[in-house]
């Protein structure tokens, strides 16, 4: 019986081929090139994994936030209600004491204060 005999090299990591190995054009195998190839292998889903979230549509457009910072039902006065945050996130310009609207994305409507708007009438419909 012919036994093959593989024996390690100095750092235990990978087997080397036995002279008969070489003689049936069984190529050597380096333990740096295995290596490289699992470090690509592994590196390149994991890249494009990053690249595929750093690119979602979700970042890529936002509108303004609009911060509501009173509580009355008014419109036109120097603070921001919420009849004219959702009129300035509509129409994109300013309204009373809101900012302007983007039509880069959607607005964002947010409250500044807590308590209760007691509203006098429907309020406008958001577009958005």
Do not use: W, Y
């Not at 490289?36 to 595929?52: K, N």
């Amino acid at each position: 019986m012919n036994q093959v005999v593989r024996s390690l090299d100095k750092d235990h990591k990978a087997p080397i081929a036995a002279p008969e190995d070489h003689e049936r054009g069984v190529p050597r195998r380096s333990p740096i090139l295995t290596a490289r190839r699992r470090a690509f292998v592994l590196g390149v889903p994991i890249a494009l994994l990053i690249l595929a979230m750093s690119a979602s549509p979700a970042a890529a457009a936002s509108g303004a936030t609009i911060t509501v910072n009173s509580l009355a039902d008014t419109s036109g006065s120097a603070a921001c209600t919420l009849r004219d945050a959702i009129s300035s996130a509509n129409s994109d310009t300013a309204t009373g004491g809101c900012v302007a609207g983007l039509s880069s994305g959607p607005d964002s409507i947010v409250f500044s204060g807590s308590g209760t708007i007691a509203l006098g009438s429907q309020l406008p419909h958001r577009d958005r």
